[in-house]
């Protein structure tokens, strides 16, 4: 069975710093490209930031120089610190993970809610 479960989402003030991590089970992580993606109200899902299971980074521009993602293969977890956040960072934020062994699949967690007050 497979699970991706997020942590770290909460409230926090315009200018502060989150850290949300992601626990994957049931794949195997360190063959699988992951990232986070998020949806705020009203609008399309968009993805944030990626990392592949070589190690490369992708980050959407409006987060670039604020964000990091970051992945443990290890503990088969990959993480996101956000720093200098925004009220328009505002979202659900989804971890994803998408697999090439046994097959190529895309998995997504619940996700977790991020509030920025201004």
């Known amino acids: 069975q497979v699970q991706l479960v997020e942590s770290g989402g909460g409230l926090v003030q315009a200018g502060g710093s989150l850290r949300l991590s992601c626990a994957a089970s049931g794949i195997i992580f360190r063959a699988s490209d992951v990232g986070w993606y998020r949806q705020a109200p009203g609008k399309q899902r968009e993805l944030v930031a990626s990392?592949?299971?070589?190690?490369?980074?992708t980050y959407t521009h409006s987060v670039k120089g604020r964000v990091t993602i970051s992945r443990d293969n290890a503990r088969d977890t990959v993480s996101l610190q956000m720093n200098s956040l925004k009220p328009e960072d505002t979202a659900v934020y989804y971890c994803?993970?998408?697999?090439?062994?046994?097959?190529?699949?895309?998995?997504w967690g619940l996700g977790t809610q991020v509030i920025v007050s201004s």
């Open positions: 990392i592949t299971s070589g190690g490369s980074t």
């Open positions: 994803y993970a998408r697999t090439v062994i046994p097959s190529v699949y895309t998995y």
